[in-house]
């Protein structure tokens, strides 16, 4: 079903940069400390053309001049041929080191209602505008979008590893201790098994929802153009044991109602563990850890609220929850706790519906810490934990035709920005 092909790509040369220095994660995880971090770490680093910085006058036009001058003193060289691009990431997620393999092509755009390229998630006008602008102005691609593809005889995974055994082109750790590694597949019938494994297979988007989007719009733009009908992408098996979802979890700024745990236990079995648990960070951590030996069960919360209290909150059953929740939805959907607590929870006992959600009233992290005392020292009047969604709910719910809440799924680690630039040249 999804078609996609090889291409020539741009990429850094590390005889002429310095790998370690040149990476930047993408757009919408960078805040201003780690731009700025970023920025002074080297005049190459991706950023300096993936955020587009400085004044907005000019803003975008800047960035495709810097991409430009990089090619012109060949910190940027583009490969003579068309080649997939296999990527490696190492990364250490809650002490324990992961490896995942995903491969770079262009894939050709599809709307969302032909079925293809399916999205778990809805979007937002402004950050699209914005990656709109700094496409027309490099006319390329700057940061892959992340998607998975379903291959159950691991045709790819067969390729993947014999690949990956060979010495990379490229490799990069990053600030954080990740390791980014980079190597050309341009073997025929390497090509020819990932295109035919992708042929039989939908594309399900893991991240980059927006650069999607933005890509159907300067498609539309652009109708004469075969380049402009491509996106970078990169592919990862949805069964790669290194694909990891972290749980996004809510900071709500909105007032918690005074009679929260009662009305809670309409639906929810809810305990106040305070007592139970340490102070400080420790007793969240200790909350979230009892949020995630429930994950197998119904729909399971912790709350925090700012006076540091910390309540467990667990569906009375499956089927309780499901009755509760709005018609017409899917199983999948039913039993999603971004959307059970969305609304269940959210939009009943704090006001705060799909609408409000997608307007940016509530907040989202990953980080527990930030969690906890962004909300006992912070702004926010109620913190909820959730489990990570798993995988296959997230493919379900695509094959159901819906999305989900914003910031539903958090892949970690995300794809570096700066492995390799698509130029919609040709």
């Not at 393999?101 to 293809?116: N, P, S, V, Y």
């Not at 019938?189 to 295109?195: I, N, W």
């Not at 729909?299 to 929850?321: N, P, Q, V």
Request: charged share 25%.
């Amino acid at each position: 079903m999804a078609e996609i092909r090889p291409f020539r790509g741009l990429r850094y040369d590390p005889a002429q940069v310095s790998s370690d220095d040149v990476l930047a994660p993408p757009y919408d995880v960078v805040g201003e400390a780690a731009e700025a971090e970023l920025l002074a770490r080297s005049p190459h680093n991706a950023a300096h053309v993936e955020l587009a910085p400085g004044e907005p006058a000019g803003r975008f036009e800047r960035a495709a001049e810097a991409l430009q001058r990089w090619q012109g003193g060949g910190e940027l060289t583009r490969d003579d041929e068309p080649a997939f691009y296999l990527y490696q990431q190492e990364a250490t997620i809650e002490g324990a080191r992961i490896q995942r393999c995903c491969f770079f092509a262009q894939l050709q755009l599809a709307q969302h209602d032909a079925g293809i390229v399916r999205p778990h998630e809805s979007t937002m006008a402004g950050p699209r505008a914005i990656r709109l602008d700094l496409m027309r102005a490099t006319n390329a691609n700057i940061s892959p979008i992340f998607s998975m593809f379903t291959d159950p005889p691991h045709r790819a995974r067969g390729v993947i590893d014999r690949v990956a055994s060979g010495d990379p082109v490229f490799e990069s750790t990053d600030g954080l201790g990740d390791v980014h590694r980079l190597w050309l597949i341009n073997d025929t019938s390497d090509v020819t098994t990932l295109t035919e494994v992708l042929r039989d297979s939908t594309v399900t988007i893991a991240d980059g929802h927006h650069r999607y989007h933005t890509a159907l719009d300067y498609m539309a733009e652009h109708p004469e153009s075969d380049a402009a009908r491509h996106v970078l992408m990169g592919l990862i098996d949805a069964e790669d044991p290194g694909l990891v979802i972290l749980p996004n979890h809510r900071l709500v700024r909105a007032e918690a109602p005074a009679d929260l745990v009662e009305r809670l236990s309409e639906r929810f079995e809810v305990s106040d563990v305070t007592s139970e648990l340490p102070d400080g960070v420790d007793g969240a951590t200790a909350l979230l850890e009892r949020v995630r030996e429930r994950v197998a069960g119904p729909s399971t919360f912790g709350a925090i609220e700012a006076s540091g209290r910390k309540l467990l909150a667990t569906g009375r059953s499956f089927e309780l929850l499901g009755d509760a929740m709005p018609d017409g939805l899917s199983e999948a959907s039913r039993r999603l706790d971004a959307l059970v607590l969305t609304e269940l929870i959210l939009d009943p006992l704090f006001g705060i519906d799909a609408a409000a959600l997608t307007a940016g009233a509530v907040d989202f992290t990953a980080d527990i810490t930030e969690a906890y005392t962004e909300t006992v020292d912070g702004p926010y009047s109620v913190a909820f934990l959730v489990n990570g969604t798993p995988v296959q709910q997230v493919i379900e719910v695509a094959d159901a035709a819906e999305v989900m809440p914003q910031k539903t799924t958090f892949f970690y680690p995300k794809l570096a920005t700066g492995m390799v630039f698509s130029l919609l040249d040709e």
